[in-house]
């Protein structure tokens, strides 16, 4: 069964960093887009980043680009959100997706996501 399992949320302040984690299982990953994606409440679901796992190309939203890094271990497939420099805004429940390469360059819509993780919550407050 096809799974993305999130973790590394929590409570920060602001101008704060975490680190993601998004661990994808029983499905194959060498050439998909894995990204990250944000719920704020009452907001629809936005896209932050995504990389591609065949070249580790990367896309950003403008938002988050130069505080917000995606990277991949290749190792164990595990696709990282390093977010430097919160902000109160960044608050919310932060997914990962993964859809096919051929998407690659509407990664950042979460129309084209074909499978989601459950999603791990972001709170940056003081």
């Known amino acids: 069964q096809a799974q993305l399992v999130e973790s590394g949320g929590g409570l920060v302040q602001p101008g704060g960093s975490l680190r993601l984690s998004c661990e994808p299982s029983g499905f194959s990953v060498r050439d998909i887009v894995i990204g990250w994606f944000r719920q704020a409440p009452g907001k629809d679901r936005e896209g932050l980043s995504c990389l591609t796992t065949y070249d580790a190309t990367t896309y950003y939203e403008d938002s988050v680009k130069g505080r917000f890094t995606i990277s991949r271990d290749s190792a164990t497939n595990t696709v990282y959100l390093q977010m430097n420099s919160l902000k109160p805004e960044d608050t919310g429940v932060y997914y990962c997706?993964?859809?096919?390469?051929?998407?690659?360059?509407?990664?950042?819509?979460?129309?084209?996501?074909?499978?989601w993780g459950q999603g791990t919550q972001v709170t940056v407050s003081s």
């Open positions: 997706g993964d859809t096919i390469s051929t998407f690659r360059d509407m990664c950042l819509k979460s129309r084209v996501i074909g499978t």
